[in-house]
């Protein structure tokens, strides 16, 4: 399952995604993986969640996400959930590109059977509808 947490600046979607992520660590009977821009959550998100800045790593791009994403479900069968902040920092084309990495990462989803949330900085209504068929929104 794709799933979306969708504000603007300063609506609380950083917490919520904290959150979510103390929360999957403390359901999940596999790994939870936290992508971020920057290592500015390590002290909010439990040491037992995974943390990735991709800036160490250089992912730019929704392409290079996708990659990423798929990479870390394929080199470890038992991640139960992915979430990513800040996805428009990582992917710098925002809107223009959301609607076919939400199709792609529902795929992913389905087959990696993991859970994906992502940080859209953006108004619902800014967002194509199509991706209301392949995802749930927070």
Known sequence: MVTLIIGKKGSGKTKKLIQLANEAVAASSGNVVVI????KLT???????????????????????????SGICAGNYDVTDILVDSTFKICP???AGIE???KKLHELSETAETNITLL????????????????EKI
């Open 36 to 39: 971020e821009k920057g290592a």
């Open 43 to 69: 002290y909010d998100v439990t040491h037992k969640a995974r943390l990735i800045d991709t800036d160490q790593y250089i992912i730019k791009g929704y392409d290079m996400l996708f990659g990423f994403i």
């Open 93 to 95: 084309d925002g809107v």
């Open 100 to 102: 076919e990495f939400v």
């Open 120 to 135: 859209i900085s953006a108004e619902e209504n800014d967002l194509p509808s199509s991706i209301n068929a392949v995802c």
